[in-house]
């Protein structure tokens, strides 16, 4: 676990950050508008589309949706972007688990330079 998470950090370090804070729903959508493109992220996701039905999610703000795809995220160990996924889903309970197996590999690493 702590290899893999080092490697996820490696993978992200030339990137402007680790989470991009300015995913937000678009909120001039109507009821109607995002009933259409959830539904439409769902079959985009059961079919295995991931990156097309994450895209839907975050313009929908779909926290179910956004929560599953964290998941593959995790599946695949990209533990930043699950991280960042299950908060903008307002998953505070999967997001902090997350946050505190990278808390741990954070100290791990510093205590193994000190």
Same mark, same amino acid.
């Given at each position: 676990m702590k290899e893999d998470l080092k490697k996820t950090f490696d993978r992200h +370090?030339?990137?402007? /950050?680790?989470?991009?804070v300015t995913d937000f729903p678009v909120t %001039?959508?109507?009821?109607?508008?995002? $009933? $259409?493109?959830? +539904?439409? /992220?769902?079959?985009?996701f059961n079919s295995g589309?991931?990156? %097309?039905? +994450?895209r839907l999610f975050?313009?929908? /703000?779909?926290?179910?949706?956004?929560s599953r795809v964290a998941q593959k995220s995790e599946e695949k160990e990209d533990y930043l972007d699950a991280l960042k996924l299950y908060w903008l889903a307002h998953?505070?309970?999967?997001?902090?688990?997350?946050?505190?197996?990278?808390a741990l590999v954070i100290s791990q690493i510093y205590m193994k330079e000190e």
């Open positions: +370090r030339h990137q402007e /950050g680790f989470i991009k %001039s959508l109507t009821s109607e508008q995002k $009933v $259409v493109l959830n +539904r439409k /992220g769902n079959a985009l589309d991931i990156f %097309s039905a +994450r975050i313009t929908t /703000g779909y926290s179910d949706g956004l998953n505070k309970k999967k997001a902090e688990t997350l946050i505190e197996k990278i």
